[in-house]
């Protein structure tokens, strides 16, 4: 079985999992079991309503409370199985789901852009409608600019005052 890694930095995860302590025929079974946990936990997650918490661990942006604890918990899922699957120490899956799981989750992410129903999932939702398009920040910044009068100065005895 092949390597599933393409990109130059994908090789070079390969080569940090290898130096981490795993075998070339453990890496393929490594992100197997990686792309299955996050593939459950996503669908998982979108049955239990956090549809737009997943979208964003899956875009990278966990800086939020929810976001954050959906992340902990598929890594925590991942480090159980990687144990399970692969035979190794919690150390070595650690450092295993530290380097694979970026890696999967734009992928995942990636496909399930190209999916129709993920497209028309984010076309039913209400925020992706309140998001401006270009041609009404356009007339919004002209209507401002219409609406803008400037402030002139009336010369008086007090130049402090102005009308």
Same mark, same amino acid.
């Given at each position: 079985?092949?390597?599933?890694?393409?990109?130059? @930095?994908?090789?070079?995860?390969?080569?940090?999992?290898?130096?981490?302590?795993?075998?070339? @025929?453990?890496?393929?079974?490594?992100?197997?079991?990686?792309?299955?946990?996050?593939?459950?936990?996503?669908?998982?997650?979108?049955?239990?309503?956090?549809?737009?918490?997943?979208?964003?661990?899956?875009?990278?942006?966990?800086?939020?409370?929810?976001?954050?604890?959906?992340?902990?918990?598929?890594?925590?899922?991942?480090?159980?199985?990687?144990?399970?699957?692969?035979?190794?120490?919690?150390?070595?899956?650690?450092?295993?789901?530290?380097?694979?799981?970026?890696?999967?989750?734009?992928?995942?992410?990636?496909?399930?852009?190209?999916? =129709?129903?993920?497209?028309?999932?984010?076309?039913?939702?209400?925020? @992706?409608?309140?998001? =401006?398009?270009?041609?009404?920040?356009?007339?919004?910044?002209?209507?401002?600019?219409?609406?803008?009068?400037?402030?002139?100065?009336?010369?008086?005895?007090?130049?402090?005052?102005?009308?």
């Amino acid at each position: 079985m092949p390597v599933p890694f393409l990109q130059r @930095s994908h090789v070079f995860a390969a080569q940090l999992l290898h130096k981490a302590g795993l075998t070339v @025929s453990q890496i393929p079974q490594a992100v197997q079991v990686t792309r299955e946990t996050v593939e459950h936990w996503l669908q998982k997650e979108l049955e239990s309503g956090n549809a737009q918490q997943v979208l964003l661990v899956l875009k990278g942006h966990v800086q939020e409370k929810g976001p954050k604890l959906l992340l902990g918990k598929l890594q925590d899922m991942l480090l159980v199985r990687l144990v399970l699957h692969l035979g190794i120490r919690g150390a070595l899956a650690t450092n295993i789901a530290t380097l694979i799981l970026p890696f999967v989750l734009k992928r995942v992410y990636d496909l399930a852009r190209q999916n =129709p129903k993920m497209q028309a999932w984010w076309r039913e939702q209400e925020w @992706s409608r309140r998001i =401006p398009t270009i041609e009404k920040i356009r007339s919004r910044i002209k209507e401002a600019g219409t609406r803008l009068t400037p402030s002139r100065f009336k010369p008086s005895d007090d130049p402090n005052i102005f009308i």
